[in-house]
């Protein structure tokens, strides 16, 4: 074999069932030669299949244990059988009493067995069969561990804890190992997985950490062929087991009925999803156009927002940025529509309870202590002095109300409302120039530091900036919190004991019955 040429290696390919590999060894120019001197990272570059890798290795090492083992060495042994088989193939065309005659004084032991014998050298062309035996009988009497590579060994002779990366290289050459001497088999025994293990702890006892190391190798061993098993989509043996076992365990098989019921599940769900995502993206295009008119069909808006609510919700509730919710959804910047998204999620009329909190409370407001020398109120009583009208007068006092709200409880005002200034912060606050012209009063509200709306009063403005926390899921700030706390318990009837609801007070107002 050694003088075979490059075309003579690729026949014997042929003759092996490895076609696959000869464009490879006739690119690399791998004569007979070159072929018996590969070693196993020349193997491993050559040839992709692990199969195939260990088949050519184990052809490889009995090749070469076969011509030294063809020398007479003067006792009986179960190798000198397997030579014999393998040796020159004048014993099949000569099986004559001379020819054994011959053989005599070599091979004493294979005479007395003359049978045996025979029958070894009539099936010379199983001899792939005789070889797997001899392996075998080879593993139940002990199993050597390969050679490492050195820096593998230096840590073994050096007996230091192997880190992560040390293992997996430990590991794969086990398994690699395994695999040629199983003529490419990825299913070892349990036996086969005790042997190996034990050969390494027993040749390096401290790799067996605390007493556990057997388990750990032997289950870091198992799974390393699984991961070699896994992709594997072209080995008999490999998908009649994953067929037969299921690919992870605890899976119950299915039939192909169930299989093609999931895929026809599966498309449903994915053409309904398809057809919604079509539906909402319609919808916030007519928004944007709708938007954009200056006669607005109020009608089909309030349609449109409440066939997406649930995807607006979602959105909000998935923290999607203010700026592009608002950009799908334009009419959120609508006072009415939040006061609408409102009422939707809380079954309240926001605007009417916040303009009853400020005509009922308004009075007790703007006699508090706190607030009698504020500006705002001193400003409030200024500008009284030139009306007499009761609807202006009361509605400066709704006004200062709801300026002078964080005042009383002592929360920061400029989290609350900016009074002719700018706004500094990015919550909801409010803006109010010239609160107490009857003409030119104008409150807005803003949302992270830009003008949101624009609003005509102070009911609309305070009930616009409690939606807005709402609404958009924002949390109030910390020094704002009693403010709230006193707003929200009154409009959404929230139990409080600082502050009772409308229907508690006006439980309480009224007698008792005897």
Known sequence: METWSVDQVCKWLVEKNLGELVPRFQEEEVSGAALLALNDRMVQQLVKKIGHQAVLMDFIKKYKQGNQELKPTGGPTETSTLTLALAAPEHEQNPGPTSHGDQTSLYPAVLDNRLI???????????KHVLARHKALEWTKSYILPEFPYDVKCMLVEQKRPDHSMRIRIIEFLQADMTKYLEGSLYPTTQQYNDVVNALLQAHPFLDEDGCGFFLWKRA???RFKYIRRPIEDDE????????FGHRRGQTRKSLADIQSNEIKIVQIKEESAHLDSEVDEHISWFQREYMKTERDWREVDKRMSQTLEIRRKMIGSQT??????????????PYQMFREVQILTKTDIYKKTRHILES?????????SVLD??????????????????VLK??????????LPHVFGDEPSLFVVVNGKVHVSTPVLEVKNPFHVNGCEFSLYLNKEKLTKVDDCVTALAALVSAFRVFGIECPRRLSQTFNFLETLIFDMQSPQFPSLKEK???SQPPIT
Do not use: W
């Not at 001193?378 to 007499?388: C, F, P, R, V």
């Open 117 to 127: 014998d025979q029958r070894v050298l009539k099936q010379r062309r199983n001899v």
């Open 221 to 223: 061993l198992k799974d």
């Open 237 to 244: 043996q490999v998908m009649r087991n994953k067929c037969k």
């Open 321 to 334: 940025p203010l700026k592009d919710i608002l950009k799908m959804f334009p009419f959120l910047k609508c």
């Open 361 to 369: 409370y308004s009075e007790n407001i703007l006699t508090a202590f």
């Open 374 to 391: 504020n500006p705002i109120n001193t400003a409030l009583q200024e500008k009284m002095k030139h009306y007499t009208d009761e609807g």
């Open 395 to 404: 509605y400066m006092k709704m006004t200062a109300t709801c300026l002078l």
């Open 506 to 508: 006006e439980i309480r």
